[in-house]
């Protein structure tokens, strides 16, 4: 069973920075894209950015381009969404999730989630 833990949420003041992880479990996820999505209070959820299987391709939502930089490290099963330069407008639950994919860096229909950790940013 595919199992996804985001750690790395918190509550921190604009300009500042966070670095999420996010730990897969359950099988290989080396054919796999690797995402990042966040639900905002009272938005709807939305992709953020994502990474695929071997690393070597990114794409990220516009609002994020230049701040936020995902990676993964396939020995280890996790993928990383570093955020810098954090706004009051990134305050959202930040989810991972992971899709079957060779091809591309999809946006949307992703397989599995993680739970998501809150991130907080006060102005």
């Known amino acids: 069973q595919v199992q996804l833990v985001e750690s790395g949420g918190g509550l921190v003041q604009a300009g500042d920075s966070l670095r999420l992880s996010c730990a897969a479990s359950g099988r290989t996820f080396t054919t796999y894209v690797m995402g990042w999505f966040r639900q905002g209070p009272g938005k709807e959820r939305e992709f953020v950015a994502a990474?695929?299987?071997?690393?070597?391709?990114?794409r990220y939502a516009d609002s994020v381009k230049g701040r936020f930089t995902i990676s993964r490290d396939n020995a280890k099963n996790a993928v990383y969404l570093q955020m810098n330069s954090l706004k009051p407008e990134d305050t959202a639950v930040y989810y991972c999730?992971?899709?079957?994919?060779?091809?591309?860096?999809?946006?949307?229909?992703?397989?599995?989630w993680g739970q998501g950790t809150q991130v907080t940013v006060s102005s």
């Open positions: 999730a992971v899709k079957q994919s060779i091809v591309g860096v999809p946006t949307g229909s992703y397989d599995y």
């Open positions: 990474i695929n299987w071997s690393g070597g391709r990114t």
